[in-house]
């Protein structure tokens, strides 16, 4: 069973870090997509990065571009997500998910498996 567990949220002020983590069981990260996302109060499920163990390949939204570094440990099956020059307009609940193949997938509507998400807040 996939399953996807996310940690590392909390309440930070602008110009600070955190780094996220997504805990991934019952498949191995090199033949998935673990895509990140985040969803603001009112507004649409985003993308943000996501990353391609198998394919090597990364990706990041131009709105955090620069800022935020995606990465993987195989050994601990698990993806990150290092955010850094946080602005309070990264306030969401940030999800990773996870689908089965190589690709690049950007959208959320591509992704199978979704973790229960954790909450973000910068404060201005």
């Known amino acids: 069973e996939v399953q996807l567990v996310e940690s590392g949220g909390g309440l930070v002020q602008a110009g600070g870090s955190l780094r996220l983590s997504c805990a991934a069981s019952?498949?191995?990260?090199?033949?998935?997509?673990i895509g990140w996302f985040r969803q603001a109060p009112g507004k649409e499920r985003e993308g943000v990065s996501c990353?391609?163990?198998?394919?090597?390949?990364?990706h990041y939204e131009d709105s955090v571009k620069g800022r935020f570094t995606i990465s993987s440990d195989n050994a601990k099956n698990t993806v990150y997500l290092q955010m850094n020059s946080l602005k309070p307009e990264d306030t969401a609940v940030y999800y990773c998910?996870?689908?089965?193949?190589?690709?690049?997938?950007?959208?959320?509507?591509?992704?199978?498996?979704w973790g229960q998400g954790t909450q973000v807040t910068v404060s201005s």
């Open positions: 998910a996870a689908q089965p193949g190589l690709n690049l997938y950007r959208t959320a509507s591509e992704y199978d498996y």
């Open positions: 019952g498949f191995i990260l090199d033949d998935y997509t």
């Open positions: 990353i391609s163990n198998g394919a090597g390949g990364k």
